[in-house]
Every structure is written in C-alpha cells, then in structure tokens.
C-alpha cells in the first residue's frame, strides 16, 4: 500500500510492521528447527500482544475528536537522522498526529483495525500451536 497508493507510513504503522515481520522470523526459525517446541508459539503470541497493542494506540488516537489529536512531529527520515535513537523510539510508540488520518480505509474499517484483525487472529493460532505442542519450551 505504501509504493502502490503511496501511503506514507506514520511512527504506529511502522511499529505494527515491525511486530508483524518479528512474528513471521519466529514462525521461520520455528519451521527451520523445531516447530513442535513450545517457545515459538509463545514467542509469537507475545508478538502478536504487542503488535496489537499498537494498534490499539493508533485506533484510539484516531477516534479521538480533530481538537484532542495530539500535534504532528517530523517526519521519521529527519527523526532518525537528527534526533537520538530513544526520543524517536519514544516518537514511534507514543504515535502522533499523522498516526490520527485515515487515509485509506475499506468497509469502513482502517488499516490499524485490520491490523489488529491480522494481530488477534496471530493470536489465536499461536494459541491453538501452543495446545497443539508436545514439546516443552
């Protein structure tokens, strides 16, 4: 979406991919080794908490009313290039302004909820590996 609509993304949208490729490397290593260990789906489980978490943020920041968004900062290029890493890290998780506009949705929904769609269903099959696992951790 970002090179095809060319939709940039905000700090949240950043950080939701960040979790959604961590899940998909946990869910390779787990193929790679042994899928039955029990820390793989934990693992993933975990990352799907978090990234939904995200997600959450975003949804909430953009439920807000135009008077309560919070205001826009820089851009991320120009925050990794000037600021220190714990202040844009810091940028990237609280969100902001940019992280409030729906500038692209379907049936009525954001890409923050399908993220958390995407997030919530990880969940749950992480879930159903981690019953389905013989192995302990």
Not at 76 to 95: E, H, Q, R
């Amino acid at each position: 979406m970002e090179h095809i609509l060319l939709l940039d993304p905000c700090p949240l949208c950043m950080m939701q991919r960040v979790w959604f490729i961590q899940i998909g490397l946990i869910a390779c290593l787990g193929i790679a080794t042994n899928p039955r260990l029990r820390i793989y789906p934990l693992l993933s489980f975990l990352g799907a908490l978090t990234g939904g978490g995200f997600s959450i943020r975003q949804l909430y920041l953009q439920s807000l009313p135009p008077d309560e968004v919070p205001l826009c900062g820089p851009d991320l290029a120009y925050m990794l290039d000037v600021f220190p890493l714990g202040d844009t890290l810091s940028a990237m998780v609280m969100g902001g302004g940019s992280c409030a506009q729906v500038d692209w949705s379907f049936l009525g929904l954001s890409i923050a909820a399908y993220a958390l769609l995407g997030f919530v269903t990880l969940a749950a099959l992480s879930i159903a590996q981690w019953k389905s696992s013989t192995v302990p951790i």
